[in-house]
């Protein structure tokens, strides 16, 4: 019986690969077999018609069929089955030199469970990126990424990278396609895990067919990928810019025109404005309401700021300020209507004057209504959890 322990499997993933796979083999073995590493290489293929699996074993390669299509899923096939302690993935296309991984292992055995190439800093020989993806897609998403989540990689997007097995299972990755890379990156950085990075050349690929990469498509899918886990850049900030410059320019419009040189600014910009305040409060609660499921669903980390919020908001509180709220508004409805008896019968009014009033109050009922109906919302995605 053989319990030899194996330090570090190579995994890549393929998808008709029969042209550069071979050679991306031999340099993983000689990787392997010049530093005395027990370690594995899985070819994880994700549906090849081309021969590719017969090739892989006939170089000495363990093959796993992963079925579900995408390159997520190919990946994630080839992680779970591995058996080393660190894993090292990478294309298969001979973009990635597989037989200059020290720099990488080394970092993962110093304790790092992320560790990122860096194809910026190791140098991206000619031909072997798009300029889109070199001064466009890359910069802009890696900005972003460390922007949103605090990242310390600057090259967001490399294909090589290297980790430790139980430290990424532990993430619980889900997503299929192309945006696994991005996935693996933000979940590592929000839950608080030590990443490196290490220089990486970038080589052209060795294919003569196109690339699996669209750019378009797969750059959107990474981007919304990122807004989707980072409720407070997708909801919370944009809200409450609208509600403060909202109340803002409300609050002074509520009292008299604004004149800017000879443009006047009056009631109809405060019914603009007050539709800014009730998309911006809005966008304020789906801020809440997606921390909360995502936090709940594990998917994001404990937040502490969330904790300590929920330690003192309940459904009640929820539902009194609400009611003051819509209380407020509706006072002043009945002041509107008190005006309008008082100064002209119930008849004609000068609308420059009764909307300064009506505004705000249809705005505080809103307001109310939304406040009452996000707090049972709230209730019931905690319900939810505490049910299980």
Request: net charge positive; with cysteine; glycine share 10%.
């Amino acid at each position: 019986m053989n319990n030899k322990v194996i330090e570090l499997s190579i995994v890549m993933p393929c998808l008709n690969e029969i042209e550069t796979l071979e050679i991306c083999i031999q340099k993983a073995a000689r990787f392997l077999k010049e530093n005395r590493i027990d370690g594995e290489i899985i070819i994880a293929d994700n549906g090849s018609t081309d021969g590719s699996q017969e090739l892989a074993k006939r170089s000495g390669a363990k093959v796993i069929e992963v079925n579900a299509k995408g390159y997520g899923n190919a990946l994630m096939g080839g992680i779970t089955f591995a058996q080393g302690q660190y894993i090292i993935m990478g294309d298969s296309d001979d973009s990635y030199d597989f037989s200059r991984l020290e720099q990488f292992l080394e970092k993962l055995r110093e304790g790092y469970d992320l560790v990122m190439g860096n194809r910026f800093k190791g140098g991206i020989k000619p031909g072997a990126m798009p300029p889109l993806h070199k001064y466009l897609g890359n910069p802009v998403l890696t900005g972003i990424g460390r922007l949103f989540f605090r990242c310390p990689c600057t090259d967001f997007h490399c294909g090589l990278r290297g980790f430790n097995r139980n430290s990424i299972l532990r993430l619980n990755l889900v997503t299929t396609g192309m945006e696994f890379a991005s996935e693996m990156v933000i979940k590592a950085s929000l839950f608080g895990m030590h990443i490196a990075e290490v220089p990486t050349v970038l080589s052209p690929d060795g294919r003569t067919r196109s690339p699996h990469l669209r750019s378009w498509r797969d750059g959107w899918r990474h981007l919304r990928f990122m807004l989707l886990y980072s409720p407070r850049w997708l909801f919370l900030y944009p809200g409450l810019f609208l509600m403060i410059s909202g109340l803002v320019v409300g609050v002074r419009l509520m009292f008299g025109t604004i004149l800017i040189n000879s443009i006047s600014f009056d009631v109809q910009t405060l019914l603009f404005v007050s539709t800014a305040i009730i998309l911006g409060y809005q966008s304020v609660l789906f801020a809440f309401f997606s921390k909360i499921f995502a936090v709940n669903e594990g998917l994001l980390p404990q937040d502490f700021y969330l904790h300590q919020l929920s330690r003192y908001f309940s459904l009640e509180i929820g539902i009194l300020i609400g009611l003051f709220l819509f209380m407020t508004g509706i006072a002043g409805a009945v002041a509107a209507v008190f005006y309008w008896e008082e100064f002209s019968s119930f008849g004609k009014l000068d609308p420059r004057i009764s909307l300064r009033i009506i505004i705000p109050s249809v705005t505080g009922i809103i307001l109310g209504m939304q406040t009452i109906f996000g707090s049972f919302f709230i209730s019931f995605l905690d319900l939810k959890v505490k049910s299980k």
